[in-house]
């Protein structure tokens, strides 16, 4: 069974630019996480989806990042416009249960130039 | 606020040591508690979390709700657990719009065990 897929592995963008992750959790798992990690930082939670509805936003930093999950199937995150402190990796985990195991995907490097 | 603190960034033992893994927490309320792991050029995957009470690859972890621990064991260590470790925490219940399933995690351990 595939595992927890982000795109891409890593980008790198200009300040200012657009930047969209997507990642596809693993089939029939209705839970997915967005987490990142700055460089020096701990992992820390952005959101979760339950399905396509955004259970829980509280980690999102600012407006300049929306998260989607249309169709409850893969999630797409959008920094936009991208500033310096944004560079970091975005992870993504999915889990069958809110309080299952969650299975993360291997993080998109984001780099902020 | 639920905060996890992982005092050692860095600790290095030799094959055959003991180690322990420090994680603190802090939480108004009974959180689950778990242990993720990242080998090189791995993605993260979870260890052991405290409600399975498994010892895993002979790592160990017991939840200590007096002293709000959840440090990590292994009498043995091996030079294929050389990784980085995190310490994470999952809410008990839902508060307002706080959801029980986001994960909070500690700064992370990096073990290197020596030949």
């Not at chain 1, 927890?4 to 997915?32: A, M, W, Y």
Request: hydrophobic letters at 30%; glycine letters at 10%; aromatic letters at 12%.
């Amino acid at each position: 069974e595939a595992g927890v897929t982000q795109f891409p592995s890593h980008s790198v963008i200009e300040k200012g630019q657009t930047v969209t992750l997507r990642c596809d959790p693993i089939s029939g798992h209705d839970n997915l996480y967005w987490y990142r990690r700055v460089m020096g930082k701990e992992i820390k939670f952005l959101l979760h989806f339950v399905k396509e509805s955004k259970q829980d936003e509280s980690g999102m930093p600012n407006n300049r990042f929306l998260a989607e999950r249309t169709g409850g199937t893969y999630s797409t995150l959008k920094v936009q416009p991208a500033e310096l402190e944004d560079s970091g990796v975005y992870f993504c985990a999915s889990g069958d249960r809110a309080r299952s195991e969650q299975y993360f995907g291997p993080g998109t490097r984001l780099t902020v130039t | 606020a639920q905060r996890v603190t992982q005092p050692e960034k860095l600790l290095s033992v030799f094959k055959g040591a003991p180690v322990e893994l420090k994680c603190n927490y802090s939480y108004s309320g009974s959180p689950e508690l778990f242990w993720y792991v990242q080998y090189s050029r791995q993605r993260l995957q979870l260890l052991l979390r405290h409600i399975s009470r498994e010892s895993i690859k002979g790592f160990t972890a017991d939840l200590n709700k007096g002293e709000t621990s959840f440090h990590l064991k292994k009498p043995f260590a091996q030079e294929e657990d050389s990784a980085m470790y995190y310490c994470a925490l999952s809410g008990a219940f839902y508060a307002g719009g706080t959801s029980y399933g986001k994960l909070t995690f500690g700064q992370g351990t990096i073990l290197t065990v020596h030949p």
